[in-house]
């Protein structure tokens, strides 16, 4: 068995290297994540949103230009998805084919950003080893792996629209 001092954080990120990051001044909330822990969840929003607007994009209620999707696993699952459910009829897709499976493990963070004109996703992350059962470790490590998930966010050579 591996201590769990050796277990550390792994970041993964991925982008639609065909979109323009420029064009996108606001975000909204289109799923929270779900915890068993409210104030986590809680947490979890508001890094993400200071990591956003760190990079001058501004929070609105409404008609934004992406749309946020957190998802939080503390133990190990698999999801089925043939659609990105919670969109009431929007059709999300997040990859491309008729069904997906996704398994995240203890402790994972999953973020999305969605263009919301186009409905697609534009830039994905994730974080394992990020949210645990200690209380008092969470915020450290969940602040640490959001800082890590938006290091280099906006993407860099995207293309420019004039």
């Not at 979109?19 to 799923?31: E, G, H, Q, R, V």
């Not at 068993?36 to 104030?39: A, H, S, T």
């Not at 969840?41 to 890094?47: G, P």
């Not at 008729?98 to 830039?123: A, C, H, I, N, S």
């Given at each position: 068995?591996?201590?769990?001092?050796?277990?550390?954080?792994?970041?993964?990120?991925?982008?639609?290297?065909t979109?323009?990051?420029?064009?996108?001044?606001?975000?909204?909330?289109?799923?929270?994540p779900?915890t068993?822990?409210?104030?986590m969840?809680?947490?979890?929003?508001?890094?993400v949103?200071?990591?956003?607007?760190?990079?001058?994009?501004?929070?609105?209620?409404?008609?934004?230009?992406?749309?946020?999707?957190?998802?939080?696993?503390?133990?190990e699952?698999?999801t089925l998805?043939?659609?990105?459910?919670?969109?009431?009829?929007?059709?999300?897709?997040?990859?491309?084919?008729?069904?997906?499976?996704?398994?995240?493990?203890?402790?994972?963070?999953?973020?999305?950003?969605?263009?919301?004109?186009?409905?697609?996703?534009?830039?994905?992350?994730?974080?394992?080893?990020?949210?645990?059962?200690?209380?008092?470790?969470?915020?450290?490590?969940?602040?640490?792996?959001?800082?890590?998930?938006?290091?280099?966010?906006?993407?860099?050579?995207?293309?420019?629209?004039?």
């Open positions: 068995m591996v201590p769990l001092a050796l277990i550390a954080q792994e970041i993964q990120t991925d982008y639609d290297h979109t323009d990051f420029s064009k996108y001044k606001t975000f909204t909330w289109i799923k929270q779900k068993e822990n409210p104030l969840q809680q947490r979890i929003i508001d890094a949103n200071t990591q956003l607007e760190e990079r001058g994009l501004h929070l609105v209620s409404g008609d934004a230009d992406l749309g946020i999707s957190a998802n939080a696993a503390t133990k699952q698999q998805n043939s659609f990105y459910d919670g969109f009431y009829g929007w059709g999300w897709h997040r990859y491309w084919g008729p069904v997906t499976v996704e398994t995240y493990t203890v402790g994972t963070l999953v973020v999305d950003l969605f263009d919301m004109q186009t409905k697609q996703v534009r830039w994905w992350a994730s974080a394992s080893d990020t949210i645990s059962d200690n209380p008092e470790k969470n915020a450290k490590k969940l602040n640490e792996a959001v800082e890590k998930m938006f290091k280099h966010f906006p993407p860099k050579g995207t293309p420019k629209t004039d």
